[in-house]
């Protein structure tokens, strides 16, 4: 099982890749929106992890392309952020992302829970 995770912070890039890894998944890393979206179709991963607040292109942009590329629309996007906002859930939500996760209401560990479940999800579909 691959995850892709697209976050421009390097100490976060650093603890999910730790966490991923050491439950025995592929982890692939963009630190850029666009590199995001080459490596999702082109590396087809079981799942992205999306930062919303990220240069040059921010996640609901990046979730926008996913979801209306036909390569890359069926991976489910977990949206990764430290935006609390209700407005900014609702949003992502609607664009297609398969859960909304404020960081800091989260310990690391707990998102990788959300990530498994969701995989063992749609390993069925």
Not at 8 to 16: C, F, G, H, Q
Not at 54 to 62: A, N, R, T
Not at 63 to 89: M, Q
Request: glycine fraction near 6%; avoid cysteine; charge should be negative.
């Amino acid at each position: 099982m691959k995850v892709l995770l697209i976050e421009d912070d390097p100490l976060m890039i650093r603890l999910y890749e730790k966490i991923f890894r050491r439950k025995g998944y592929e982890v692939d890393i963009a630190e850029r929106g666009m590199v995001g979206l080459t490596k999702a179709a082109e590396g087809k991963p079981n799942l992205i992890l999306l930062d919303i607040m990220m240069p040059e292109m921010d996640g609901f942009e990046v979730l926008a392309k996913l979801v209306a590329d036909p390569a890359t629309k069926s991976i489910p996007v977990i949206v990764l952020t430290n935006l609390a906002g209700e407005e900014d859930e609702k949003r992502a939500l609607d664009m297609g992302a398969v859960r909304y996760v404020v960081k800091s209401e989260h310990n690391p560990d707990e998102i990788a829970g959300f990530a498994e479940e969701i995989l063992r999800n749609t390993k069925n579909v």
